[in-house]
């Protein structure tokens, strides 16, 4: 009898921690889709927060199996889904993003913010971080900080003191960012840049792999190099 009331009490913690959990699923399949469907899973390692329902994704097919979980269908599919659902756009690309974003109409739909257990936040009252944001293993946030919605911080980047990212900015691993920053909506940060104290990158510029910033950067252009100079202004 003990064994069946022991067995009984495990049921129903059990079911009672999935009801608690929040119906989560991923729009993108690909590399960081699938890094961030590991993101949430090392999430529920420490705190069984989420129900990974799986992907959505434009480019594939509903009922393929992706990493274990089965693509749900399309943005048509999830602008009907009938309860309540939270997506992270799992998209590098800011302006791609964006649309995508724009294109969900559902009210059921929600956006979570993302941190991996690993995160250093040097001061988490001082902090300030948007809906819809993915921050990876490793990352490190000084203080006074204010990061916009759906931004992107991949493996081991780093934020100084008093920085602005705006919406929809991505940084790409080990982007380091000085102090007295501000990085303007929809900044791509490609992997390994470097930005020094007290600069400005303009709206929807590119940053390529390994540059270093220690100028101001103006919109909607791409920079390369080390210092970093604009090659194309668009």
């Excluded at 400005?200 to 103006?218: F, L, R």
Aim: glycine share 12%; aromatic share 8%; with cysteine.
């Amino acid at each position: 009898m003990m064994g069946i009331t022991i067995i009984l009490l495990n049921w129903l913690l059990t079911e009672r921690s999935d009801m608690q959990r929040k119906d989560i699923a991923v729009f993108g399949v690909g590399g960081f889709g699938r890094g961030v469907l590991a993101l949430i899973e090392n999430i529920n390692k420490e705190e069984a927060k989420y129900n990974i329902r799986g992907f959505f994704d434009d480019g594939h097919e509903k009922g393929e199996i992706i990493n274990g979980y089965p693509v749900l269908g399309k943005t048509e599919d999830l602008n009907l889904w009938e309860t309540e659902l939270a997506i992270v756009v799992s998209i590098g690309n800011p302006i791609v993003k964006k649309r995508v974003v724009d294109s969900i109409t559902n009210s059921k739909v929600y956006y979570p913010t993302l941190i991996h257990p690993s995160v250093i936040i040097g001061a988490p009252d001082y902090v300030t971080i948007g809906d819809g944001c993915i921050i990876c293993a490793g990352t490190i946030i000084n203080t006074n900080i204010i990061i916009g919605n759906f931004v992107a911080l991949n493996f081991g980047c780093t934020v100084g003191h008093d920085v602005i990212i705006k919406d929809y900015a991505a940084f790409m691993p080990s982007c380091n960012i000085s102090g007295e920053v501000i990085i303007e909506e929809g900044v791509y940060c490609g992997t390994g840049v470097k930005i020094i104290n007290q600069v400005q990158i303009g709206e929807y510029s590119t940053i390529g792999a390994g540059a270093a910033v220690v100028n101001d950067i103006p919109a909607h252009c791409t920079a390369v190099g080390v210092p970093a100079k604009v090659i194309k202004q668009y």
